[in-house]
């Protein structure tokens, strides 16, 4: 690296088709650590390509497509899945994997996959899919096409939930929206006592520094709202959070239920968890004595301070474990959470079926389908749906069924394919039709030749070329729509979004452009819709350095410090030690004394050199007029008579005879005077 600048090349062979991020980091020791790390993403393209994710050692479902040419990447790690494994993919299967495996941005990737990149969805059943997975409002809920709360009518045990809330000082602060981690902690709670049933059991624990029970343990039926209206008055408090204390005071509640399963959601900050105390044995009496699980919700990253530490309790306790570095996904994750334990259930008992001829939509042609399953997930069709095999019980459950989702389609299997109570499915013969037929429906319309695209990324300027020759010229007489899907979701107009529209520019016959100016280490993928065709792109990245990515909020947050205080935005940091400008009350002290000190100097000077004050003619009658006139005297109470005026004429002669004394004092002045004129003169 030289002068800040630097190559490196390096060769390497990719073995999969995909999008496949690179990263590089600079081990030096640097006190600005934003900018050492930069990250792209190189795609390799094949043919339409199968991702299949699976648990199960052999899943049968991978040699069944293989054998009828399908290229299928089967990914064994669930938390392996990336969303580069997206790209180039045309179905994706989930089979029997659950939801808090999987990375929570690829399952949010999953919805724009389908319904704006024209992908497709399965899900197989299992006794970890679907609502037993923990599915149910997930943001792949609303793509399937079955809805998986279970009824009320079909519940057949009662549950009794204890939560335990963080409400230390880190809960306190706001989220994009202006809602604080507390506010969605919880609504989360809030949304998990919506979901209980009627003769299920709840208990509320708020903790810091010591646990403070909010709702006692009671039966949510007769009080569910005054329960949620407790738990959203919850505040945060300051201080850290003391896991151990929290958990067995809560422990200490449920153990006094009768119900008799019980289940304990932990939620806490993933880089501020204290006092593990004797978690072990906590975790040990309750599992093996109150027939007790645990589950945890970490706010933060499995890389966060006390991750591994929430892990442990979340293994130890028999239960899940979902971490979330967006607050807002809180709510969604208590419900997938509470809905998995109390709301769903995974029938084990061998059930008939029956066709209902609704697959001849998606197939020319109708086979003799399985009379009996081992075993099925629970759940309803949606109104929209298409249902082609049902079950033949109480519930007549939908078991296979398939619906369209913007330009993409999902489709849903209710009973295993693999592993245990899938025998009669494995021994099926039409299974391999059936599992080709199902695919090539879910991968939709195959894309005519004569079309591509190009993109380009300059700074953060993204450019995206569109040619096509003249079979496309009838068919793209209107531009196509261009959709681009960020990393993170924002809040535009009031909801959080993160898919946006940008428009084309026609350059040529034959050849659209359009720009459009991308945020610094956000992800974006797209999509260009034609009609119910998509060609996708990306996942693109702009590289740059966080250490100059600022957090709006915080940076209102200091906005708002230098205006309170009187201080102010500085753009130019050149100007940084420059004075600012002090605006206050201005002393005239100062100009008082030096008025005063000339008035001194002017009156020293006026007597030392004998002179005056130039006078008036009219100026003694000027003042004379502003004297005020006396007031006329009272005697007892009564006001005097004023005295009549008298003319100028009267006053003179009466002036002149009664006062011959002040008029010569006046002559003899004036005569004084002219005799020291007269000597002055005679002198020169």
């Known amino acids: 690296i030289a002068q800040g600048q630097g190559s490196l090349q390096f060769a390497t062979r990719i073995g999969s088709a ?149 409400r230390s000082g880190s809960m306190s602060m706001t989220v994009p929206g202006g809602q604080t981690k507390m506010d969605l902690a919880n609504e989360g709670s809030a949304r ?38 407790r738990i959203r008055r919850i505040g945060s408090m300051g201080g850290g959070i003391f896991v151990y204390t929290g958990m067995k005071a809560c422990w200490d509640s449920l153990k006094k239920s009768e119900v008799g399963q019980r289940h304990i959601i932990l939620f806490s900050d993933a880089a501020d968890s204290e006092e593990p105390g004797n978690y072990k044995a906590l975790l040990k009496e309750m599992v093996e004595e109150g027939a007790t699980t645990v589950s945890v919700i970490g706010l933060g990253t499995p890389a966060d301070s006390d991750a591994a530490f929430l892990e442990d309790i979340a293994s130890r306790g028999n239960g899940r474990m979902f971490f979330t570095e967006d607050p807002t996904t809180i709510p969604n994750i208590f419900a997938q959470e509470t809905v998995t334990v109390a709301r769903s259930l995974f029938v084990e008992e061998p059930v008939t079926t029956e066709t209902t001829g609704q697959w001849l939509e998606i197939s020319r042609n109708n086979f003799e389908w399985l009379p009996s399953v081992d075993g099925y997930n629970l759940s309803y069709a949606r109104p929209e749906a298409s249902v082609a095999l049902v079950s033949q019980d109480e519930y007549a459950a939908p078991m296979v069924s398939f619906v369209q989702r913007g330009i993409g389609r999902s489709a849903a299997v209710s009973f295993p394919m693999g592993g245990k109570f ?38 953060t300027e993204f450019t995206l070329d569109l040619l096509h020759d003249d079979q496309w010229t009838k068919r793209l007489a209107e531009p196509p729509r261009i959709f681009l899907a960020q990393e993170k979701a924002t809040l535009i107009d009031g909801k959080f979004t993160n898919i946006r529209e940008i428009t084309w520019r026609r350059l040529a016959p034959g050849h659209f452009r359009a720009t459009t100016q991308l945020e610094h280490g956000r992800m974006v993928r797209g999509a260009i819709q034609i009609g119910g065709l998509a060609l996708p792109f990306g996942p693109i990245v702009v590289g740059g350095s966080p250490e100059w990515a600022f957090d709006p909020v915080r940076v209102d947050e200091l906005k708002q410090a230098a205006e309170v205080s009187g201080g102010q935005e500085l753009v130019d940091l050149s100007k940084a030690w420059t004075q600012p400008e002090v605006k206050e009350f201005a002393s005239i002290q100062p100009w008082l004394l030096t008025v005063l000190l000339c008035a001194v100097i002017l009156d020293a000077l006026f007597t030392r050199m004998g002179w005056q004050m130039p006078v008036f003619a009219g100026l003694p009658k000027i003042l004379a007029n502003l004297k005020p006139k006396p007031r006329a005297k009272t005697v007892s109470g009564t006001a005097a008579k004023p005295t009549p005026t008298a003319t100028p004429s009267e006053v003179e002669p009466e002036t002149a005879a009664t006062t011959p004394e002040k008029a010569e004092t006046k002559t003899d002045s004036s005569e004084q005077r002219r005799s020291r004129f007269d000597r002055a003169k005679r002198r020169r």
Do not use: C
Not at 42 to 55: D, H, N, Q, W
Not at 111 to 133: E, K
Not at 430 to 448: A, C, H, N, Y
């Open 18 to 166: 995909g999008a496949h991020k690179y990263s590089v980091k600079l081990p030096i020791v640097d006190a600005y650590l934003g900018n050492n790390d930069f990250e792209s993403w190189i795609e390799i393209t094949a043919g339409p390509r199968v991702v299949l994710a699976s648990k199960y050692i052999n899943d049968p479902i991978a040699p069944i497509l293989r054998a009828q040419g399908f290229d299928v990447q089967i990914v064994a790690d669930p938390s392996k899945l990336q969303v580069g494994m997206l790209t180039g993919a045309k179905v994706l299967i989930l089979n029997n994997v659950p939801a808090y495996e999987i990375p929570q941005d690829f399952l949010s990737a999953v919805d724009f996959f389908v319904r704006s990149q024209g992908g497709g969805l399965l899900m197989v059943g299992g006794q970890q899919s679907f609502a037993s997975g923990g599915y149910f409002e997930s943001s792949i809920d609303e793509l399937l096409p079955v809805s998986m709360e279970l009824k009320a009518e079909h519940r057949k045990l009662a549950v009794a939930m204890g939560i335990v809330m963080d």
């Open 192 to 229: 998990a006592v919506e979901l209980l049933g009627h003769f299920d059991q709840v208990t509320v624990f708020a903790v810091d520094s010591s646990p403070h029970q909010e709702v006692p343990l009671m039966a949510v039926g007769p009080k569910r709202k005054e329960i949620i209206q």
């Open 422 to 459: 899938s025998e009669s499915v494995r021994n099926w013969p039409k299974i391999g039709d059936f599992v080709q037929t199902m695919t090539r429906w879910l991968m939709g319309e195959t894309l005519p030749p004569g079309i591509g695209i190009r993109t380009s990324l300059d700074g």
